[in-house]
């Protein structure tokens, strides 16, 4: 049973750009963009501690840091208004739209809780209906008085005070308006206003670039993917299609530290060699420890009485970047989506197996690989690909990346304590974020209910442990030492 806690909202701020600052836009959704239409948005939490862990701390809170924050992000939807703006679908086109009009605004939600803030910053299991409360649950949709136009709100905040302690912001976001990527440039903009208060002017890198036509679509597949969503849609008579959130779930957080990915990618290496078989074409740290934790997941799943199904199919998905995949060159700071879904497949049975931890990362390598040589191979079925994978407790899905440096968003009071992915539990998937403690390591987020969750954390610790055990022993030393000459990259890709 959860602890009892209380999150009380104070007020509600409707924060727009500065007015007149931005020309109402309408922006076309690309084939990148077209299949969030189907996803639940992305919910995350950053919490940060304050110095001055006094109560009077709360008095700096209400009268300097809450008006700051307001303040730096009216700046910065300055230059991400579409965050401002809608999703706007019209009948008469058939084609949804973002738009951005003179007074749009994100809402703001100003809370405070009693929660344990130390509790919520910790890596040990907490339940997660905790963290419930401290972002905003749905991004409001409003009907035309015609019945026809529908518009949906892309960014929701809510920003809530621990007295004594610290605060966090939440954030929903509809991932039809960007990756995370985008995403990241406008976390990083707004911190970037708020550290330095005085300042109007623009110099987080380069601004925005939102001309949709450098995505070029040869093979039309804006209208096949946009062909594909309503037919879903309709199928689901309206509804959004997917579970609620999982009741008695709890939270943790896992670190794979550099020694402990080297030592796994090592481990492969020398099982490979030892038996003969052909070592996986790409072992950077993201396979290594997406590979490892899929294999987790997946025992964890068995229950008391053993092993279960077979040959039966599993699936691990996550996005991988298409800038640098394309071909052509599209601007860094692009401003939308602009990532290919990515599926490895592998059968329970082997993932569950004493190899297993050499199937998966095979699996995931060579499908990285795949978009490598053709990030757009096969992308007419990214929204059937990925249809399964979305709420089930049988496939895998990856939320974030390592690369994204999510913890140096500082808004001027230092670097997150922690981050939480929220939107993990209703997509039943996983987090990745580089730790925030270690170098080179990467922080696994996982929400799971409590038996799966104990099962998933012995398999994790005792499987680093066997892992480093294995190496530490030397079983094939000259392998594994001559396993940088060896036809595999490493280079962290995903």
Known sequence: MAPSVT???????????????????????????????????????????????????????????????????????????????????????????????????????????????????????????????????????TRAKNGDVLATRLLAVQITSFPGDGFCIGLTCHHVVSDGRTFNN??????????????????????????????????????????????????????????????????????MGPDQIDGARRWILAQCGKKNRACPVLLSAY????????????????GPTGGSAGNNPTYFGFVAGGITRLGYRVPESYFGNCVAFGRAVAARGELEGEDGILVAADAIGRKVKDLDNDVLGGAEDWISEWGPLIGSDHHVNVVGSPKMDLYKTDFGWSRPRKIEEIS???????????????????????????????????????????????????????????????????????
């Not at 009380?8 to 007015?19: R, Y």
């Not at 396979?287 to 068995?302: G, I, M, N, S, Y």
């Not at 974020?433 to 038996?451: D, F, H, N, Q, Y």
């Open 7 to 141: 999150v009380n909202i104070s007020e509600q701020w409707n924060v727009s750009p500065p007015p007149r600052s931005v020309t109402p836009t309408s922006l076309s959704l690309t084939f990148f963009d077209i299949p969030w239409l189907l996803f639940p948005p992305s919910q995350t939490i950053f919490f940060y501690q304050l110095r001055n862990r006094h109560p009077s701390s709360h008095r700096h809170f209400s009268t300097s840091i809450l008006p700051n924050l307001k303040h730096s992000l009216s700046l910065s939807l300055q230059h991400f208004y579409p965050f401002a703006g809608n999703l706007v679908a019209r009948p008469e086109t058939g084609e949804p739209k973002i738009v951005y009009a003179e007074g749009d605004s994100v809402t703001v939600a100003v809370a405070e809780s009693d929660a344990d803030f130390n509790s919520l910053c910790g890596d040990g299991q907490r339940n997660a209906t905790l963290f419930h409360q401290l972002v905003p649950r749905e991004l409001p949709t």
């Open 186 to 255: 406008f976390l990083k903009t707004w911190a970037s206003f708020s550290r330095d208060s005085g300042r109007t002017h623009f110099t987080a890198g380069a601004p925005p670039f939102y001309d949709r036509s450098v995505i070029l679509d040869p093979n039309s597949l804006g209208p096949t993917l946009l062909k594909k969503v309503g037919s879903l849609v309709q199928g689901r008579g309206g509804g959004d299609g997917f579970k609620p959130r999982e009741t008695g779930a709890v939270r943790a957080t896992f670190t």
């Open 287 to 302: 396979v290594v420890a997406c590979a490892f934790v899929w294999v987790c997941l997946v025992r964890a799943q068995v």
């Open 424 to 494: 993990i539990e209703a997509v039943k998937g996983v987090s990745l974020t580089e730790s925030r403690g270690m170098k080179g390591g990467i922080e696994i987020g996982v929400a799971l209910p409590r038996a799966k969750m104990e099962a998933f954390a012995g398999h994790f610790t005792q499987g680093i442990d066997k892992l480093l055990a294995s190496c530490s022993n030397g079983e094939d030393p000259h392998f594994i030492s001559d396993f940088k000459s060896l036809d595999i990259d490493l280079a962290v890709k995903t």
